[in-house]
């Protein structure tokens, strides 16, 4: 274009226009901070909590750990088979656990251990040598036993929003097992009695009733000679 034409609507481009930006790798991904999106969240679901929740407030337990008599029943089975008392505890709480497995790991890891180290000490006596085996045996038996079944305490006051013992539920177990497993029975059972569903009224539906109508042309009531002339009609009443 000739320099005193019109001037041109059009920018030229250079390279020299504009300086260039240097950009960092990953620099365009980050994420975006939104503060509106910054709320409570339920640690099991992880849904969103309404600003207005409150969490449920944590209940005592309902007998204390040496109420042991007030159910017969449990306290037996705690004593001669805690193994049988633990699996149903856990088959309570977790309905698709089966109480067989927890009985089984019950029965090898604890009682397992005490049965070793008296076999131990029936078979080779009491001496240096066997005395090391023994305690062993009672020690991972005694360790077991706090860990394994006071991890299902602790689930099971979790569910329940019951307050904390004043030791750990490691502790609890490793101390008094016999009792917790049957407080713990007992907790479940007096909870779970509550929510049994009431029986309901079931009402039986009539039988099936049929009307027959017969509709005559000449109306006098008399049958009609002919049976092209004679229409049924039937009407069948069904309960839904």
């Known amino acids: 274009m000739e320099e005193g034409g019109p ?32 709320v409570r969240k339920c640690n099991e679901c992880g849904q969103a909590l309404p600003e207005s929740f409150e969490p449920p407030a944590n209940e005592p337990w309902t007998t204390g750990i040496f109420g042991c008599a007030e159910d017969t029943e ?18 309570s709480l977790r309905e698709d656990t089966p109480w067989t497995t927890p009985c089984i790991c019950h029965a090898i890891f604890v009682e397992g251990g005490i049965a070793l180290a008296a ?10 040598r066997t005395s090391f085996l023994i305690c062993e045996g009672l020690l991972f038996s005694w360790w077991m036993c706090g860990i394994y079944t ?14 904390n013992s004043p030791c750990d539920p490691c502790a609890v177990h490793c101390t008094m097992h016999w009792c917790a497993l ?19 009224t079931v009402v039986n539906p009539p039988p099936v009733q049929e009307m027959n109508s017969a509709r005559n042309g000449n109306g006098n009531g008399m049958a009609p000679s002919s049976a092209k002339s004679e229409e049924h009609t039937n009407l069948e009443m069904q309960a839904l």
Not at 75 to 81: N, P, S, Y
Not at 186 to 195: A, Q
């Open 7 to 38: 001037q041109s609507r059009y920018v030229k481009l250079t390279k020299d226009q504009a300086p260039l930006e240097d950009i960092k790798p990953g620099e365009l991904n980050q994420p975006i901070d939104v503060p509106q999106l910054h």
């Open 119 to 128: 076999a131990t000490a029936v078979f080779h006596g009491i001496d240096p």
């Open 74 to 91: 449990s306290c037996w089975t705690g004593l001669f088979c805690p193994c049988v008392l633990f699996g149903r505890n856990v088959e």
């Open 150 to 163: 006071g991890l299902f305490r602790q689930s099971l006051q979790k569910k329940y929003h019951l307050k």
């Open 182 to 200: 049957c407080q713990e029975h007992r907790e479940m059972k007096g909870r779970l009695s509550d929510d049994v569903v009431m029986p309901m």
